[in-house]
T-cell receptor, first 114, second 113 residues
Framework: DTAVSQTPKYLVTQMGNDKSIKCEQNLGHDTMYWYKQDSKKFLKIMFSYNNKELIINETVPNRFSPKSPDKAHLNLHINSLELGDSAVYFC?????????????FGPGTRLLVL | AQSVSQHNHHVILSEAASLELGCNYSYGGTVNLFWYVQYPGQHLQLLLKYFSGDPLVKGIKGFEAEFIKSKFSFNLRKPSVQWSDTAEYFCAVRAGTASKLTFGTGTRLQVTL
């Protein structure tokens, strides 16, 4: 009965590869997010979708492309992976926009680029 | 742009000690304030939040936070910490009508037996 789930949990890959991380929420929320947490634990929003529409796109390299096939899913595709992409990526969801409602976070995907 | 500062990066306390973690933000308008906790190996969970009303907010597990508008602060407190409170604590702010949260850099709390 996991509320926000992410796959895979761990991802180790070589520089230059393309990879995807998937996120699903079963809370019926209409807003989903991707955050990046670096090695110093700093948590920064990358993208936010509301009802499948992109509403937040922070200064993120265009190698990162989110896709929301429906309200319950928000996937993150990363092209040409670089060493600096190594981080923990968290998906989250909320009913309504962030800050008005509690966000529920997934368990994170630990990405290591070699 | 708004920012959130958590000046205590790493706090070490003995069990039963009192806790206060600082959080300051830089925005002069209406704010919504949150504290999230990340236990080792786990995802972030909401501890408490402030939207309006009583500036003293009580959350789960005995935590509370006080919003002091004049000081742009939202400090987290707990009168007596337990070993199980060992975690990373994040303050977050929604500034005005922004549709996102800005997180602080986190405070690592280590509680020793």
């Amino acid at each position: 009965d996991t509320a926000v789930s992410q796959t895979p949990k761990y991802l180790v890959t070589q520089m230059g590869n393309d990879k995807s991380i998937k996120c699903e929420q079963n809370l019926g929320h209409d807003t989903m997010y991707w955050y990046k947490q670096d090695s110093k634990k700093f948590l920064k929003i990358m993208f936010s979708y509301n009802n499948k529409e992109l509403i937040i796109n922070e200064t993120v390299p265009n190698r990162f492309s989110p896709k929301s096939p429906d309200k319950a899913h928000l996937n993150l595709h990363i092209n040409s992976l670089e060493l600096g992409d190594s981080a923990v990526y968290f998906c989250a969801s909320s009913q309504g926009l962030a800050g008005m409602e509690t966000q529920y976070f997934g368990p994170g995907t630990r990405l290591l680029v070699l | 742009a708004q920012s959130v500062s958590q000046h205590n990066h790493h706090v070490i306390l003995s069990e039963a000690a009192s806790l206060e973690l600082g959080c300051n933000y830089s925005y002069g308008g209406t704010v919504n304030l949150f504290w999230y906790v990340q236990y080792p190996g786990q995802h972030l969970q909401l501890l408490l939040k402030y939207f309006s009303g009583d500036p003293l907010v009580k959350g789960i597990k005995g935590f509370e936070a006080e919003f002091i508008k004049s000081k742009f602060s939202f400090n987290l407190r707990k009168p007596s910490v337990q070993w199980s409170d060992t975690a990373e604590y994040f303050c977050a702010v929604r500034a005005g009508t922004a549709s996102k949260l800005t997180f602080g850099t986190g405070t690592r709390l280590q509680v020793t037996l």
